[in-house]
């Protein structure tokens, strides 16, 4: 691919939105200012948005699809895009991707470390699974082999489960209608505490009494608090890194003998991958340094 190199004034748009994305860009500022780049952040929440504008920072908000991503790219006149977007923002780093590729223009993707988690359930393959009763932790592809594994658990064990969901708000509605109403299960649910996210809860009939709406990260002792406080039989999490708190959450389940049920990244073929700040930042330069 032949790159767009013409542009008298380099311009990042940094696809951002996590704490984890919001250091990195306090890390990469001084690089994009030695070189006389400019940059956009970009997020979907209005209170991310907040922080930047507090910080002089050039920041647009809201969603985006695919057509109108590429035309913020053109209008902006972007000539690279770095994503720094949630592991699990699989559309919107598929959406940076495509946009970068018809632009003609660099793409960075940070991607957070991965957390090692060992899956001791007693098969591999998760759709065929028959869970022991003394497995503890069992990583799944995705949110519909999680429900599976649930209803599994729930007749292996033969008894009512209560489930703590910690997979965010994007995924709510689905364990909802799978969950919620399913004899069986009492589903609590642990969420940001924004007034949308508590709306969705009302929309969903999530009983204010199921509903933790705290602003993370969580220790092991503060999971261990509140899975003890609601009687959590099961956790179903996402492989968030250790910026999602995942390895706290997995380790605070297990000493209490709570079953854990994570959920793997979707597996995207990245372009220019980078695991660390350093990385994002030696791409950056080499990127500037040519232009």
Same mark, same amino acid.
């Given at each position: 691919?032949?790159? #767009?190199?013409?542009?008298?004034?380099?311009?990042?748009?940094?696809?951002?939105?996590?704490?984890?994305? @919001?250091?990195? =860009?306090?890390?990469?500022?001084?690089?994009?200012?030695?070189?006389?780049?400019?940059?956009?952040?970009?997020?979907?929440?209005?209170?991310?948005?907040?922080?930047?504008?507090?910080?002089?920072?050039?920041?647009?908000?809201?969603?985006?699809?695919?057509? *109108?991503?590429?035309?913020?790219? *053109?209008?902006?006149?972007?000539?690279?895009?770095? $994503?720094? !977007?949630?592991?699990?923002?699989?559309?919107?780093?598929?959406?940076?991707?495509?946009?970068?590729?018809?632009?003609?223009?660099?793409?960075? @993707?940070?991607?957070?470390?991965?957390?090692?988690?060992?899956?001791?359930?007693?098969? $591999?393959? +998760?759709?065929? =699974?028959?869970?022991? *009763?003394?497995?503890?932790?069992?990583? #799944?592809?995705?949110?519909?082999?999680?429900? @599976?594994?649930?209803?599994?658990?729930?007749?292996?064990?033969?008894?009512?489960? !209560?489930?703590?969901? +910690? +997979?965010?708000?994007?995924?709510? *509605?689905?364990? &909802?209608?799978?969950?919620?109403?399913?004899?069986?299960?009492? !589903?609590?649910?642990?969420?940001?505490?924004?007034?949308?996210?508590?709306?969705? &809860?009302?929309?969903?009939?999530?009983?204010?009494?199921?509903? =933790?709406?705290?602003?993370?990260?969580?220790?092991?002792?503060?999971?261990?608090?509140?899975?003890?406080?609601?009687? /959590?039989?099961?956790?179903?999490?996402?492989?968030?890194?250790?910026?999602?708190?995942?390895?706290?959450? /997995?380790?605070?389940?297990?000493?209490?003998?709570?079953?854990?049920?994570?959920?793997?990244?979707?597996?995207?073929?990245?372009?220019?991958?980078? @695991?660390?700040?350093?990385?994002?930042?030696?791409?950056?330069?080499?990127?500037?340094?040519?232009?």
């Amino acid at each position: 691919m032949t790159l #767009v190199s013409d542009k008298q004034i380099n311009k990042a748009l940094i696809l951002a939105g996590t704490g984890d994305a @919001r250091n990195l =860009i306090e890390y990469l500022v001084p690089v994009l200012v030695a070189h006389n780049a400019e940059f956009l952040i970009s997020v979907v929440g209005e209170n991310a948005a907040i922080e930047y504008n507090e910080k002089k920072f050039p920041v647009r908000s809201g969603a985006m699809d695919i057509l *109108e991503m590429k035309k913020l790219v *053109e209008d902006q006149s972007i000539s690279m895009i770095i $994503d720094a !977007t949630h592991p699990f923002a699989a559309e919107v780093s598929r959406n940076a991707m495509l946009s970068a590729d018809q632009a003609k223009i660099h793409y960075i @993707r940070y991607e957070r470390p991965k957390t090692q988690i060992k899956n001791n359930s007693e098969n $591999d393959k +998760t759709d065929l =699974i028959i869970p022991g *009763e003394n497995d503890l932790v069992f990583c #799944v592809e995705n949110h519909e082999e999680a429900v @599976r594994l649930a209803i599994s658990l729930q007749k292996k064990l033969n008894k009512n489960l !209560t489930i703590m969901l +910690t +997979t965010g708000v994007k995924s709510l *509605e689905f364990y &909802c209608q799978k969950l919620l109403a399913s004899i069986g299960f009492h !589903t609590v649910v642990r969420l940001l505490p924004s007034v949308e996210n508590l709306l969705l &809860c009302q929309k969903y009939n999530i009983s204010q009494a199921d509903i =933790i709406a705290m602003q993370g990260p969580f220790s092991k002792e503060l999971n261990k608090e509140l899975f003890l406080k609601y009687k /959590i039989d099961v956790l179903i999490s996402k492989e968030s890194g250790s910026a999602g708190s995942t390895e706290e959450k /997995i380790l605070a389940a297990g000493e209490l003998g709570i079953k854990s049920i994570v959920v793997n990244r979707p597996d995207l073929k990245y372009q220019n991958l980078c @695991r660390s700040f350093n990385e994002v930042k030696e791409s950056l330069i080499k990127i500037l340094s040519k232009e």
